[in-house]
């Protein structure tokens, strides 16, 4: 059921008060736009499913209230994109909620399986996915759409109950109601341009100077993208951004000799590129990233240490990077007890943490 005006929004939610849960997923676009722009909110309590309508809606608060009552569980499948949303309509994500996808590696049904998989390894539906790719923001919606876009809401319901009581009967519907609040904590999904460099996979290639230039531009270019709601890329591409770490020119003929940037780019953005390299370049601080700056002894333990994950992985079967990701794994080899990891808080210390640490400190 399409929900586009007051009235209908007001039959909905009376509708849905009264659910002792609630299923939710969104549907948005975002490949032009720097922040997703919502389109509809699907919302499904096992009985029924509505689909709010985003774009014609006037007012989402009173739906927004819904989805922040503190004593009705929201159901989610991969829930980070959808809290990202919310967090940025209402300045906090639905709490509590239960992500399914987070369910199924606890359960060792598969390390961060897809909504398609995961149905059909629970209720053996092969879902449909050729309309994956519509156009949210188009309007009008076909029937296929709706009822597409209402599936998701409508299953997510049909595996919600199951999946919670396997996880009470293995003892771990506390691990995943951890994870879950660690997740829908509305800084995670708050801009901090000073911490955009940690999105470049290839940043410990780099010498140190040339880390802090490249990320001094990660922060320039998370601003601007941020400021014009422009994809970080439409700014500057990645691989731009290395080549410019590395070579770190200082006029617009170095800058344009790179060949990096169309003519107009470098005319349009080039002094404040040379700026920002101008005002990195030469800290003398230390790396950011140590991937190309560990010794020998250093990388026996990290590989001590990812030996031991996954023996422990294997005999609690979950995905070893649920337990402790190799970013973790290297920061446990370095920093002992002072690493900021999740690997050393609640469940995981308790299985695992405790172990790895004493295994780091040898």
Not at 90 to 98: E, H, K, M, Q, V
Not at 286 to 296: C, I
Request: hydrophobic share 45%; aromatic share 6%; with cysteine.
């Amino acid at each position: 059921m399409l929900i586009d005006t007051a009235a209908h929004l007001q039959t909905a939610l009376d509708a849905l008060s009264a659910s002792p849960w609630l299923t939710v997923d969104t549907e948005f676009v975002r490949e032009e736009t720097y922040w997703p722009q919502l389109c509809l909110i699907q919302v499904g309590d096992g009985r029924s499913e509505w689909a709010f309508d985003a774009v014609r809606l006037p007012d989402l608060g009173p739906l927004l209230a819904l989805l922040q009552n503190p004593a009705v569980p929201k159901v989610f499948h991969a829930a980070s994109q959808d809290l990202e949303i919310f967090v940025r309509l209402s300045g906090r994500a639905p709490t509590p909620f239960f992500d399914t996808q987070l369910a199924a590696s606890l359960l060792g049904l598969g390390d961060q399986l897809g909504y398609a998989g995961l149905v059909e390894k629970r209720l053996g539906l092969k879902l449909d996915k050729s309309l994956s790719r519509t156009d949210w923001s188009r309007r009008p919606l076909s029937a296929a759409e709706l009822a597409y876009a209402e599936d998701d809401v409508r299953h997510l319901a049909a595996m919600y109950p199951a999946l919670r009581e396997a996880l009470a009967e293995r003892g771990r519907l506390g691990w995943l109601e951890e994870d879950c609040a660690r997740l829908s904590q509305a800084e995670r999904y708050q801009v901090q341009p000073e911490s955009a460099w940690e999105r470049l996979k290839g940043i410990g290639r780099l010498p140190a100077p040339a880390q802090h230039v490249a990320a001094a531009l990660a922060a320039w270019r998370e601003r601007l993208a941020e400021s014009r709601n422009r994809p970080r890329k439409w700014i500057l591409a990645d691989d731009a951004l290395y080549r410019i770490a590395e070579r770190q020119p200082n006029s617009l003929e170095q800058l344009a000799a790179l060949q990096m940037l169309p003519p107009k780019t470098v005319e349009r953005q080039g002094p404040a590129l040379l700026q920002v390299v101008a005002e990195s370049r030469g800290s003398g601080e230390p790396p950011l990233s140590l991937d190309g700056e560990l010794d020998e002894r250093q990388k026996a333990r990290i590989q001590r240490l990812a030996q031991r994950n996954r023996e422990i992985a294997t005999e609690l079967g979950i995905p070893p990077s649920l337990l402790a990701p190799r970013a973790d794994l290297e920061a446990l080899a370095l920093d002992r007890e002072a690493a900021d990891v999740p690997l050393l808080q609640g469940w995981r210390r308790q299985v695992a943490g405790d172990a790895l640490l004493a295994l780091a400190s040898d």
